[in-house]
């Protein structure tokens, strides 16, 4: 009867299947895609040949964090638009990104080079970020979404100008290797075997406190007020999710660096389909950034051979996501905000 | 490794040191002024071949990255014009890189002779040690520099000749999983050809990217860091890194190192003893079973 | 269901600010309609908020069902007391259905999902506003009065024993604006506390069993709209001449500015 079906827990399982098919399909997908050389046979019973080692050390987590980044990306992205109640709304927008390019730079250029210096390095710049801006954003305890997307701007451009101060000043190698890890790798570093499950806790933390916050955002869009009268405070919502957030988009950026789009355009293609009940919403773009940041890592794989060189991930997801974005701008206009 | 490149000072040098001692490190009142042309030098090994023609004397202005001590520092690879001019150069030397491009211009604007030649191959090494030579009117030094240079080059291909191809991974750095590293076509590449190793990034872009998946299917036999950096300043240190990949032909068989100084990483006049230097190490890992 | 919201004493001021309120009672009980009157700036839209729990009073107090407001968890009070506010501009496309069917958030325990009886619930809220044919429209497509329509619907959805509005009337035609009073009386007839802040002052006499009339921040006058909105006190605060109507009880008719202007105070 209805054009779109009311959200019924059936309703929510079956798209959360077919999300979860798309997933696994895509991360299978990349393992071959992304090394063709792999003789699967021998990767999976040999344990002394290196395709075992490729596998298991170097392909499953390159994967496996792909899948993680993707789903914090993409549902971080739909929380915080439903929180600033702005479809143009993205997970680095909160100063994230400017705070942890800043401090991973510092730390690489400044020069305590070892491996886990720079994820931690952005992560703190994240957390840093998340402080100042929350902190100039709120006013009478309450945070004012619009003046806090303004600040976060305004941080991120600052945080830019600091960045040129500092590759200015940095040797040119270690510059363009710090613009390498910005631009958004997904990686596996089996040297670093902590760096996944640190991002996975933080990620999962976050993933958990979104869903739990499903309803309060489907209430918020109410505006605040009518959010209050039904039960929900938003001012404690907003400050609970844009720490569990920024803490799991910190880490993320921290490890993988400015994986762009995912954000913005995994939630926005998701509620075209399905509406925008963050019920449904949140969990399937983390499903659904999942597969796609992925397939972009191994098509990055893929192109190797004819490149002759591995591009950044960020690249891909950026190149195909603004296309991708304009075009359901262009199909559905009335669909995706007003 | 031992540095392998053994450059004896000029006994005009000592002179210089002492005079620059005495008139302090400015262009104090009692320094000696530098004979004529007077270069400035914005590229590492530029410099370096100005030094090894004996010409020192001539930079009175170098950057940071320079490892020529006594001419002062002005500022990085994009030393401002106004610096540049302040020491009132006859010869001011570029790289002919897209960096350096605009303050080329500026420089030639001011009225300043600014060259820019190609530091990529070892052709462009040759090239400019000529070139060089001929600008401070020491042909002589620039010429048994270059025979030299052909000398050891020679030797290493002839080594080359008897040793079976060795694959090798040179790293730039390495960080989120990802090695980076030379798609050949500099003068890294013609080394390692010249010395008849197969980099096993042949044929990416000048910095290539390689996922460390990619390391393990193509199985370097030797990891070469090309020059000592803030997270791997020596071979123990690599060799932490890698250490988690023992399915790497060359962790396994212990063949990671670190290059100790920058004289392979730069396209300098050291390149014909780091060819040799190289060929040490070719012949180990070839050696070993 | 005789659940009223009663305000003692209330004062209000923003931070540094004068106040905005200065000791107003006011009661809106069960089973009626109040309808609370005022010219602009006399505080109506502070008090709806003072009373709607979203601003704490400074002094003075409200109480729902004889309980302080400030007290009252906010999902319990979200089950007593429902608010229509001006329709805001949504972000995304939620459809009429699926923004009325929050109203019964409050009533959903954890993560329970709305029952085919909310949903039964849901299309009639919105029928009793004449909204049904809107439940499938995606709400950045309505007009302003369909919107204000979709959420009163909400509001009713939510199934309070006390329902506040604010100019619920604001973007409907006349036709629509008399189906609301109607409805207002409906739901107190129903043993509702019914309160809106009205500007229409001929709707406020038809509709209302209380009218509490506003001006410089207190309580002007209180009580049955024939006994408040005299033509003396609508002078006074709003500075018309308006006259009610012989043979009709309910019909108040404004003619137009009083000669020498509202008095202040």
């Given at each position: 009867m209805r054009a779109r079906p009311a959200l019924t827990p059936r309703r929510l399982w079956l798209w959360l299947a077919a999300g979860a098919v798309f997933a696994v399909g895509a991360a299978v997908l990349a393992l071959f895609l992304g090394m063709p050389e792999l003789d699967l046979g021998t990767a999976l019973s040999d344990a002394s040949s290196w395709q075992y080692a490729a596998l298991h050390k170097l392909q499953l987590?390159?994967?496996?964090?792909?899948?993680?980044?993707?789903?914090?990306?993409?549902?971080?992205?739909?929380?915080?638009?439903?929180?600033?109640?702005?479809?143009?709304?993205?997970?680095?927008?909160?100063?994230?990104?400017?705070?942890?390019?800043?401090?991973?730079?510092?730390?690489?250029?400044?020069?305590?080079?070892?491996?886990?210096?720079?994820?931690?390095?952005?992560?703190?710049?994240?957390?840093?970020?998340?402080?100042?801006?929350?902190?100039?954003?709120?006013?009478?305890?309450?945070?004012?979404?619009?003046?806090?997307?303004?600040?976060?701007?305004?941080?991120?451009?600052?945080?830019?100008?600091?960045?040129?101060?500092?590759?200015a000043l940095a040797d040119p190698g270690a510059v363009q290797l710090t613009l390498m890890r910005l631009m958004g790798s997904v990686g596996a570093d089996p040297s670093e075997p902590l760096l996944l499950p640190i991002l996975t806790v933080a990620s999962g933390v976050g993933l958990v406190a979104m869903l739990l916050s499903a309803r309060g955002l489907n209430l918020l869009a109410l505006g605040d007020d009518t959010a209050r009268s039904l039960g929900v405070s938003p001012d404690r919502l907003r400050l609970v999710l844009f720490v569990v957030i920024s803490v799991a988009v910190g880490a993320t950026v921290a490890v993988t660096g400015l994986i762009g789009f995912v954000g913005l355009i995994v939630p926005h293609a998701v509620r075209l389909v399905v509406g925008p009940d963050h019920r449904l919403v949140l969990p399937l773009s983390a499903l659904v950034g999942a597969g796609f940041v992925v397939v972009a890592d191994a098509s990055v794989s893929a192109l190797a051979p004819a490149l002759g060189t591995e591009l950044p991930v960020g690249v891909v997801t950026a190149l195909v996501g603004g296309p991708l974005f304009l075009a359901l701008l262009r199909h559905r206009p009335t669909r995706v905000a007003e | 490794m031992t540095r392998v490149v053994q450059r004896a000072p000029a006994p005009w040098v000592a002179l210089v040191v002492v005079a620059a001692a005495l008139g302090g490190c400015g262009r104090g009142a009692g320094q000696v002024p530098a004979p004529t042309p007077r270069v400035v030098s914005l590229v590492p090994a530029a410099s370096a071949i100005i030094d090894a023609l004996g010409a020192k004397a001539h930079l009175v202005g170098v950057?940071?990255?320079?490892?020529?001590?006594?001419?002062?520092?002005?500022?990085?690879?994009?030393?401002?014009?106004?610096?540049?001019?302040?020491?009132?150069?006859?010869?001011?030397?570029?790289?002919?890189?897209?960096?350096?491009?605009?303050?080329?211009?500026?420089?030639?604007?001011?009225?300043?002779?600014?060259?820019?030649?190609?530091?990529?191959?070892?052709?462009?090494?040759?090239?400019?040690?000529?070139?060089?030579?001929?600008?401070?009117?020491?042909?002589?030094?620039?010429?048994?520099?270059?025979?030299?240079?052909?000398?050891?080059?020679?030797?290493?291909?002839?080594?080359?000749?008897?040793?079976?191809?060795?694959?090798?991974?040179?790293?730039?750095?390495?960080?989120?999983?990802?090695?980076?590293?030379?798609?050949?076509?500099?003068?890294?590449?013609?080394?390692?050809?010249?010395?008849?190793?197969?980099?096993?990034?042949?044929?990416?872009?000048?910095t290539t990217r390689l996922a460390l998946d990619a390391v393990l299917a193509r199985g370097p036999e030797l990891i070469l860091h090309v020059a000592p950096g803030e997270a791997y300043p020596d071979d123990a240190a690599a060799r932490a890194y890698w250490k988690s990949l023992p399915e790497v032909p060359a962790v396994r068989a212990g063949h990671v190192y670190v290059w100790p100084d920058d004289h392979l990483a730069q396209n300098g006049p050291w390149i014909g003893a780091a060819a040799l230097q190289l060929s040490d190490l070719l012949d180990r890992v070839a050696g070993a079973p | 269901m005789s659940v009223g919201l009663a305000a003692r004493g209330v004062v209000f001021a923003y931070p540094g600010g004068r106040p905005v309120l200065d000791g107003v009672d006011l009661e809106v009980a069960p089973g009626r309609v109040t309808a609370l009157l005022g010219p602009n700036g006399a505080g109506k839209s502070t008090l709806f908020r003072v009373l709607a729990g979203l601003l704490a009073p400074s002094a003075g107090r409200v109480t729902l069902g004889g309980r302080a407001l400030g007290v009252i968890p906010a999902r319990e009070r979200a089950r007593q007391l429902a608010l229509v506010l001006d329709p805001p501009a949504l972000s995304f496309a939620w459809t009429a259905f699926e923004l009325v069917l929050m109203g019964r958030a409050p009533h959903l325990s954890g993560g329970r999902f709305e029952s085919a009886d909310d949903r039964a619930h849901a299309l009639r809220s919105l029928e009793a506003v004449d909204a049904a044919h809107l439940a499938d429209r995606v709400y950045p497509t309505l007009s302003a009065g369909e919107r204000q329509r979709v959420l009163i619907a909400r509001a009713l959805c939510q199934d309070t024993p006390v329902v506040l509005m604010d100019e619920p009337t604001s973007h409907l035609d006349p036709a629509h604006a008399l189906r609301l009073a109607g409805l207002l009386r409906e739901l107190a007839g129903q043993g509702r506390a019914v309160a809106c802040v009205l500007h229409d002052l001929a709707l406020a006499a038809r509709t209302a069993d209380e009218v509490v009339l506003l001006s410089g921040q207190r309580v002007f006058a209180a009580g049955p709209p024939r006994a408040v909105l005299t033509s003396d006190n609508l002078r006074a605060v709003y500075g018309v001449t308006a006259r009610w109507v012989d043979g009709d009880p309910a019909a108040l008719v404004v003619d137009g500015l009083a000669p020498a202007g509202p008095a202040r105070q």
């Open positions: 987590p390159r994967i496996s964090q792909g899948l993680v980044v993707g789903a914090t990306l993409a549902a971080s992205g739909a929380a915080l638009q439903g929180l600033l109640r702005n479809p143009l709304a993205d997970p680095f927008i909160l100063g994230v990104s400017g705070g942890a390019a800043l401090g991973s730079a510092a730390v690489t250029l400044v020069g305590f080079g070892t491996a886990l210096v720079a994820p931690l390095g952005g992560f703190l710049g994240a957390m840093g970020a998340l402080l100042v801006v929350t902190a100039l954003a709120t006013e009478a305890g309450r945070i004012a979404p619009l003046r806090m997307l303004l600040i976060g701007v305004v941080f991120n451009a600052l945080a830019g100008a600091g960045l040129m101060v500092l590759q | 950057t940071r990255y320079c490892a020529v001590t006594g001419p002062p520092v002005i500022g990085g690879m994009d030393a401002r014009p106004e610096a540049v001019l302040a020491q009132d150069p006859d010869l001011v030397v570029l790289g002919d890189y897209p960096s350096q491009a605009a303050l080329r211009e500026q420089l030639t604007a001011l009225g300043l002779n600014a060259v820019a030649p190609s530091f990529v191959g070892i052709d462009d090494l040759r090239a400019a040690v000529t070139r060089l030579g001929a600008a401070l009117g020491r042909e002589a030094a620039a010429a048994a520099l270059v025979a030299a240079l052909d000398r050891d080059l020679a030797l290493a291909k002839e080594r080359a000749a008897s040793r079976r191809p060795v694959k090798v991974l040179l790293v730039y750095d390495v960080q989120q999983g990802y090695v980076y590293t030379t798609g050949g076509g500099d003068h890294l590449g013609a080394l390692l050809d010249l010395c008849g190793a197969r980099n096993i990034a042949q044929g990416g872009p000048l | -």
